[in-house]
């Protein structure tokens, strides 16, 4: 660690002095290189920045031949430059010819100088350009010259973010200012046009200098002293729940270290203030993070990068959101239901996170307001900036960060044609699904939070499906009471103004996990406790939520569905804990509704098998798809590498579908289909020749899946999928696409 060093900090306020002034890009630029080779005793000094992310430019130098200024150029990784920029390390060497991976660039002049120091410009993980010190005499460089190099580094990164250098040629344009492309995965269909709200904005460091080392030590100290305790509540609030545990444990560990801090303090002592400092720290970790082949280290480097941000937030009193703007389109790393919530539908036109995943629960309130949510979009976090133009295509899963014109213009095209389609899809509106050839299939919709209920009467649907009632669990910090829960199904059903209500209990585990409930770690989750094993395993939850819903409905109809059957008992069950709750309201006295009506989702193959009892004791079946098809194919629906592979219009699974409505038809028991593929118009239109007369999807596909079965004849797809399954096909997919696209 370096010892105090006057000239670094003389340096750094000479560079401050420099900011301070009025001046263009380009003269500061050249003022700067100026002062270091001054003030380092150096004969050259140069900024390269970066003009794209894979090439760099000469933008000012003091000592190499001023004519190749925005003349050279080198790609990431060529030349000594070029290596320090991509493996973002400093390059020390007293023969800088004799060093791997030299490029001579004549037009520089530079074969008369052998000692090269370059040290990479960069702020929290982001390239920006490489700052190089060179001398004729052959000399390494010191690692106090090294370490006060990476300061001066710092602050031009610090500078450079505050549009210090903006000016003419192409090298010196602001930052975030380019057009970017960014591709991510499609976790919600749609297109929007609107402007970036950054969920977790970019601290800003106006002050990267500070003269007086000893104040910003003690500001430092103190901050690290409030985020220990932070750190001690957050631990102590993860009682009980292992994973997170473990994380707050990495972070205590950290926020206790004395290295951290030292690295830190040595960062004031070079003449950086307490902020700066905490930063330069954090690139580094950030630097090491990509580096890092083993995961726990990049999961733990990832914890440091996390606790540093919150360090920065106390330092500096930024916090998180602002005033949420008019067209928001919210860019995250990611975000929690509850958070999304309270933003709300209104505010939002699509959410675009870094990370997420497509089933997570964002996802799950994403698509239920319909608005487009693309996930695992590298780099948007870092390029965006709040207020950005952006567009969002849900079809393709490409983001378009602030668009040329030519972009734009196409972009509206497409949102036009949309719009024609939602016209198209508005006229069916009020028209009853039937086929060409006379078969009524009722259309539903899925919902799980009172603000999908507006959609029931917009998108035509016949009623709600499937209400997932574990949403307004997984958004709350406690156990909901029953009051509040009978509150909320009774909205529910007057809104649904007399449609029906399927109401399915609880499910939660897998990948919904309540902050507030206790559980162990389970090494394979989705074949889990979860569902109604929880339920029937912790009765006081079921037997509330079950009250709920008899209070709920008032004397009218109700429907209640249980999740996650795998075999018949579990639905035996549940059923007679709700004929117990029955009885004991009517001895309390309290109305019971009108009809109850109890039916069973199958979600795992052994059902398909089930007794034949089964399928007479339940009132009515709910295929839910999603869970169907993972455990029939083995392949885990929250898995982007597997989740696609396998097509839904397989034949294995269509005939699991098929062997499933015969055994209902056989028992005169209703059946439905409730899993996202029910949304998709193919998709619903095999399962409608498959025998399926009840889809219940997101309200936004009730339009494209009425257009499709209005005009199909079911009798003709059945016998397209025949012949495919004759021929032996895997999948039907082709030929039914051949025989829509013939007609
Ligand atoms: C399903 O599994 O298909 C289903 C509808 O339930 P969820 O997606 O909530 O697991
Ligand atoms: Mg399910």
Redesign the pocket.
């Known amino acids: 660690m370096p010892a105090p060093d006057t000239e670094s900090r003389k340096l750094l306020r000479r560079l401050q002095a420099v900011m301070a002034e009025a001046a263009a890009g380009q003269e500061r630029l050249d003022r700067i290189t100026g002062l270091v080779s001054e003030s380092m005793g150096t004969d050259v000094c140069s900024i390269y920045l970066h003009r794209d992310p894979e090439t760099l430019e000469l933008c000012a130098t003091t000592g190499l031949n001023p004519e190749a200024v925005h003349v050279t150029r080198m790609r990431l990784g060529e030349g000594l430059v070029g290596r320090v920029a991509r493996k973002r390390r400093p390059v020390n060497t007293a023969d800088a010819p004799a060093t791997k991976g030299f490029r001579y660039m004549p037009e520089t002049g530079e074969e008369v100088f052998t000692s090269f120091l370059g040290v990479p410009v960069q702020r929290l993980g982001e390239r920006l350009g490489v700052l190089v010190v060179q001398s004729k005499e052959p000399r390494e460089y010191s690692d106090d010259e090294v370490y006060a190099l990476e300061v001066v580094a710092m602050v031009l990164a610090e500078m450079a973010e505050l549009g210090a250098f903006v000016g003419e040629g192409e090298a010196l344009a602001a930052p975030h200012a380019a057009q970017v492309l960014l591709r991510g995965v499609i976790a919600q269909e749609g297109a929007a046009e609107g402007v970036v709200h950054l969920h977790d904005p970019r601290v800003v460091i106006s002050r990267p200098v500070a003269e007086d080392a000893e104040a910003e030590t003690a500001r430092l100290r103190e901050a690290v002293d409030r985020l220990r305790l932070k750190v001690d509540d957050m631990l102590s609030s993860a009682e009980g729940d292992s994973e997170q545990a473990e994380v707050f444990e990495a972070f205590r560990m950290f926020a206790h270290s004395r290295s951290w801090l030292r690295r830190m303090e040595a960062g004031i002592e070079a003449g950086l203030s307490a902020e700066a400092a905490v930063e330069k720290e954090q690139t580094a970790a950030r630097a090491r993070m990509e580096q890092a082949g083993d995961a726990y280290l990049r999961d733990r480097l990832a914890d440091l990068d996390d606790l540093s941000n919150r360090l920065l937030r106390m330092l500096t009193g930024q916090g998180r959101g602002g005033v949420v703007p008019e067209g928001a389109v919210l860019v995250a790393r990611n975000v929690g239901p509850g958070e999304l919530l309270e933003y709300g539908q209104a505010k939002l036109r699509a959410i675009v996170l870094e990370d997420g995943a497509v089933g997570s629960h964002a996802a799950i309130v994403a698509r239920a307001w319909a608005i487009p949510l693309i996930v695992q979009a590298r780099g948007v976090v870092q390029e965006a900036l709040s207020g950005d133009p952006i567009l969002v295509d849900g079809e393709q899963g490409i983001v378009h960060l602030r668009p040329d014109e030519r972009v734009r213009d196409a972009f509206r095209e497409k949102l036009a044609m949309q719009a024609d389609a939602q016209t198209r899809y508005a006229a069916i509106r009020d028209t009853k699904c039937r086929t060409r050839d006379g078969h009524r299939i009722e259309l539903m919709m899925n919902a799980g939070l009172m603000a999908d209920l507006p959609s029931l009467p917009s998108s035509g649907a016949e009623g709600v499906g499937?209400f997932?009632t574990e949403l307004q669990f997984l958004v709350r910090n406690q156990m909901p009471r029953r009051s509040d829960l009978a509150a909320l199904y009774k909205r529910v059903m007057d809104a649904a103004g007399g449609l029906p209500v399927t109401f399915r209990t609880l499910?939660i585990g897998s990948d919904k996990v309540l902050p507030y409930m206790k559980r162990d770690h389970e090494p394979n989750p989705a074949l889990g406790w979860r569902a109604i094993r929880v339920g029937l395993d912790k009765r006081g939850v079921m037997r509330m939520q079950l009250q709920a819903l008899l209070r709920a409905a008032e004397g009218r109809p109700l429907r209640v569905m249980f999740?996650f059957i795998a075999q018949m008992e579990e639905f035996l069950e549940a059923r007679a804990h709700l004929t117990r709750e029955m009885h004991r309201e009517t001895s309390l006295r309290h109305v019971l509704p009108e009809t109850v009506e109890v039916g069973a989702m199958v979600?795992t193959p052994s059902m398909a098998f089930a007794p034949r009892r089964f399928y007479q004791e339940a009132e009515f079946i709910s295929i839910?798809?999603?869970?169907?098809k993972q455990f029939f194919f083995a392949a885990d629906r929250e898995n982007e590498r597997v989740r696609r592979r396998y097509d839904t219009l397989n034949v294995s699974f269509l005939t699991l579908i098929e062997q499933i409505v015969a055994r209902c038809e056989e028992t005169g028991t209703p059946v439905s289909f409730?899993?996202e593929d029910a949304g998709r118009p193919v998709e619903a239109l095999c399962f409608a020749a498959m025998g399926l007369r009840c889809l219940s999807m997101r309200p936004a596909s009730i339009g494209p899946v009425k257009h499709i079965l209005l005009r199909s004849d079911l009798s003709e797809v059945r016998a397209v999928i025949a012949k495919a399954r004759e021929a032996g096909e895997q999948s039907v997919r082709d030929a039914v696409m051949e025989y829509l696209r013939a007609r």
């Open positions: 499937l997932r499910d999740p979600e839910g798809g999603n869970d169907l409730c899993g």
